[in-house]
């Protein structure tokens, strides 16, 4: 991969990725209403650009950051490294960390339907969930 913006290595598997990134949150929560057009407009400009490196998580937007970084790369998934994060969820009483084996491997299969992708190139908790050992958790994901 070449890209205008330098690439990095990241871990000891050598996925590379731009040397800048694109964190999506921002599209669908936190910073005012999401945009849709402006949003795919950003993702896009940014392919054009030479950032490859895609961030979100199926907490941002309960959702629909997934689905619309999915929408912005429909045809494009040969260009893009994709980051997406498990184990934050909200409810009734706020925050909640659910770092076990299961929630895990539900939260891989909805974000790869959110997604429209068949693999997430870097696939990672959000938050430790101090209830579940790590080794638990991280074990869970090995056997995909």
Request: aromatic share 4%.
């Amino acid at each position: 991969m070449t890209t205008s913006v330098g690439t990095r290595i990241l871990g000891t598997d050598g996925l590379a990725v731009s040397a800048v990134g694109l964190g999506c949150m921002g599209m669908s929560q936190s910073y005012g209403p999401a945009d849709r057009e402006e949003s795919l407009a950003t993702i896009h400009r940014a392919l054009e650009l030479g950032v490859t490196f895609l961030d979100t998580s199926d907490v941002y937007g309960d959702g629909h950051n997934e689905e619309l970084v999915g929408e912005a790369i429909t045809g494009r998934r040969d260009e893009v490294q994709l980051a997406t994060k498990f184990s934050l969820s909200h409810d009734e009483r706020g925050m909640r960390i659910d770092g076990r084996p299961e929630n895990v491997r539900a939260c891989a299969e909805a974000s790869l339907r959110r997604l429209g992708v068949d693999v997430i190139d870097l696939y990672y908790q959000h938050r430790v969930d101090p209830t579940v050992p790590i080794e638990d958790t991280v074990g869970s994901t090995r056997c995909w």
